[in-house]
Structure formats: C-alpha cells, structure tokens
C-alpha cells in the first residue's frame, strides 16, 4: 500500500522483515548487540533509542520504511538495554557517548553520516558532533542535560541533578549546536510531559549556523510521539516520515 504524502514522498508500508546484519562491539566489560539493515549496504544513519525501557527495536518498522526509500541504517542496544543488557543502574552519559563513538568506529560507518535519535539518544548525538562530520540530524522528543550530570551514574544522584529546575539551562549542547552546519529536524510533541518546551526551543534557537533547520510539533502526541502518530493521526506520522526521508535523501 502507498500513501501520497503532502509533500509529495510516497510512504509504503509493508510488514516485510529486511535481511540484516548483527554486530557485536566491545565496549569495556561489556559488549554491545546491534545490527544493520540492510546486511549488505554501508549504513548511512545511526539511530539511538532512548532511556527508560527502550531499544533498538523500538525502531525496527521505523527502519524498515527508511529502507524502502534506499536509506540504510545502523542501530545498536545501549548498555543496559535490549539484547546488549548489562548494568544501566552504573552507566551514565559518558559511558553512553563512548558506546555510540565505539560502534561508529568499529563499523568505520563513512562520513558524514546521518543520525536519528530519541529522547536520551538525542543528546548522546548532539555530543557526537564533537567527533564527527554529520550531515543529518534528526532529533524525536529530544532531551539536554546539565554538564554537571555527564559523568554521574544513573543510579548515584543523576536524577537529583536533572530534576533542578530548568537544569538542562547549563547544558554544553548550546554551544555544541551553535557549531553544526548541518541539517537539524526536530520532532517534539504537543502534550510532551517529559521534555520542556524550554529544550525544543532552546535546541532550535541555539542551532544558528545550521545549513537548514526545522521544528514539527507533533499536535496531540506524547512523548511516545511516533507510537501517538501512527495511532491517532495516520497524516500526521507520513507528513514526519516524509520530512526525514527528504532530509536525510538530500545528499548536498
């Protein structure tokens, strides 16, 4: 089945599981499960999940119409998560920047390459711009944090930090993203009671020097805004997924 979209990429859906590739990747004491789809192209974006109980295959559908339109992708469980489990109680954002830069390098993944990321993950790749060259940022109900909470672990206070008011106000991403020339999409939603506003915004506002930016607000949805669209506003999810293929197609 095709659905025309607004502007005009055709979105097909299809209950077909594409081939694909598992990977592993040693990251310190554990050891990182991932895959990429399909098994036999170089992936060109990077998906990270978020915090919470999510993984990897939160994605996979998502994935599977990326593929479609000949967009290859890479995506692995963060310690603690899915397949690759582990402590998450002990990691922190640290730890999660070098388990995201240990599965670019190990995977040699070419630049610039693109990136999508969620919640948690979006700030884990807004670090990654501080590595490496990336053409396509894509960021879903995206979160910041404050420095001060990089280097704590999940379980020893990180919580306290990122419950100050407005603490995400101190995070490095500003300045970070004041430095990307790339393009930047940002998919929050309406009744988001996770992320602040605030964030969206300061995200939006703080990428000046973006070749192209732009901000989706998803009416009606949650945090769980891909899971919200796809159920309650069909339109609405083909109008995002064809605003990411457009972006992450354009290859200049």
């Known amino acids: 089945m095709t659905l025309d979209s607004s502007d005009g990429v055709p979105i097909r859906v299809t209950n077909e599981f594409s ?23 170089p992936p060109r974006v990077l998906i990270l999940h978020g915090a919470g109980n999510s993984h ?15 967009i290859s ?15 998450l109680k002990s990691s922190n954002l640290l730890s999660r920047t070098r388990q995201a830069c240990s599965v670019v390098d190990s995977l040699n993944i070419q630049q610039p390459f693109s990136v999508i990321a969620a919640s948690m993950g979006a700030y884990t790749a807004v670090k990654l711009l501080e590595f490496y060259q990336i053409k396509s940022l894509v960021l879903l109900v995206p979160a910041m944090y404050t420095s001060m909470a990089y280097t704590v672990p999940f379980n020893a206070g990180f919580t306290d930090i990122i419950r100050q008011p407005e603490s995400w106000g101190h995070s490095d991403a500003w300045d970070i993203l004041s430095g990307y020339r790339g393009r930047l999409l940002i998919i929050a939603a309406e009744n988001d009671k996770v992320i602040p506003k605030g964030v969206i915004n300061k995200i939006y506002d703080s990428a000046v020097n973006a070749k192209e930016r732009e901000l989706f607000v998803a009416p009606r949805a949650s945090h769980f805004v891909f899971t919200d669209l796809r159920s309650n506003n069909p339109d609405g999810f083909c109008k995002v997924l064809a605003q990411i293929v457009e972006m992450l197609k354009n290859r200049a």
């Open 73 to 87: 992708s890479v995506a692995f469980d963060f310690v603690g998560h899915g397949d690759t489990g582990g402590e």
């Open 19 to 41: 081939e694909k590739r598992f990977f592993q990747v040693d990251v310190g004491t554990c050891t990182l499960i991932g895959d990429l789809i399909p098994k036999s192209s």
């Open 56 to 70: 990897r295959g939160d994605y996979r559908l998502f994935r599977e119409q990326l593929l479609i339109h000949g």
